[in-house]
């Protein structure tokens, strides 16, 4: 009888598996280990954890938390395992990591529809399949991944430099201005320094104390454009002044003072709230990017929206080599990426887009439409995400107010248009589940 292929038991993969098994239909469940291990990976269980044990808030208003009753609502064996394995944590849901690894492999191993394979897939496999293979992907995998989808959409790790709020740049020391421009005016916020502030910068940053790295990224090679700030700096005292705080066509465009250094930002974001400091992505703790980041003149009092990260993460570019409901453009029909691979971040994120995948890939199989998942719910406004190819460069997203589509009128209080979305989104959610076309789906085989 029909079978369907789903690689990779993490967080994406164990959903998938599950959610295509009680749906009467046969899984092979393929996983590399304990045969090959991933470099996070500790155990041989499925839904590892490999780093906190926090599935994030858990409250209903919260971006997290509408995700985490979404996937309750679709009848998520993951957020089922881990509800009954939570500790306390206050208004996050945290579980007892192994108790809950421990259960979801029992259930999926004893599933009468799921076979399990201990084998490292090599190869994009034939379809139908689920490729939830995670931000570790082994190498060969990742390899032919990366051939089908082509070389330049497949992202081998996050080189992400800080946010911050441009409103709280101090402009009495900033200025405005493109390199070599003659007008004041202009895309960037440059930041300048004369010699003496360069050194105590340059001197803080290669004291700064540096986040722990796993063994396995200290091996990764850097592409010269995406190297740490600090490992530049470490290159010699006046290697920055060459590379990203180069000072050369920014002259102050109004007293025309040349500096020794010039650090700019470059909006981030549409509206302009939002700039990142061009070339700062780092490995600094996040309390060391706040005090070193700070000695920049014009950010003394900075605010930061998200610190500066760098890590392995093997991911593609979604809006270019997914079709929108996670078919993978590169493969046959059949194929499709779940999971942080897929371009989301997070367990919970992973486990969502583990869930759509079987659902759309059931549907197909089914000779159903494929399910319009709405923008206005968690999982919708994701599932847009990954298919905004106006996005300059596709970076993985988690669940944050930011990507839901506007209320069409200004809240300004966060907490009461996070509990809007939260009531439009459970709207959106219930008609989704009672709409007759995907019946079949909710309804036991
Ligand atoms: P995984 O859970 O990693 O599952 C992928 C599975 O595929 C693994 O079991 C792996 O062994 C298997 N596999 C890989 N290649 C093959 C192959 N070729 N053949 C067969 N099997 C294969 N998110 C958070 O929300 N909180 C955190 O604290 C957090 N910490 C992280 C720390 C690290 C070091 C990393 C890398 C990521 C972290 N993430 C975190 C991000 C992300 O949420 C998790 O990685 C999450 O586990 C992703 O789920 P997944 O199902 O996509 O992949």
Known sequence: SKRITVVGAGLAGSEAAWQIAERGVNVTLVEMRPKVSSPAHKTDLFAELVCSNSLGGDTETTPAGILKSELRALGSL???????????????????????????????????????????????PEGPAILATGPLTSEPLARSIGELAGEESLFFYDAVAPLVLSDTIDMTIAYRKDRYSEEEGGDYINCPMNEEQYRVFHKALLEAERAPRHDFESKIKYFEGCMPVEALAERGPDTLCFGPLRPVGLEHPVTGERFFAVVQLRQDNRDGSVYNIVGFQTNLKWGEQDRVFRLIPGLENVEFVRKGVMHRNIYVNAPKVLDGH???RGGAEDIYLAGQISGVEGYVESVAMGMVAALNLLSSDMELPLPEWPVETAIGALLNRLSDDTVKRFQPTNVNLGIFPSLGERIKLKPERCRRVALRARDRMDDFLSDTRWKKLWSEE
Request: charged letters at 30%; proline letters at 4%.
């Open 78 to 124: 993951i957020m089922k395992v881990a509800d009954e394995n939570s500790v306390p944590a206050g208004k996050a849901l945290a579980v007892d990591r192994e108790g809950f690894a421990a259960s979801v492999t029992d259930r999926l191993l004893s599933h009468p529809l799921i076979q399990v394979e201990r084998r490292e897939v090599e190869e994009v």
């Open 326 to 328: 996670l078919r993978f």
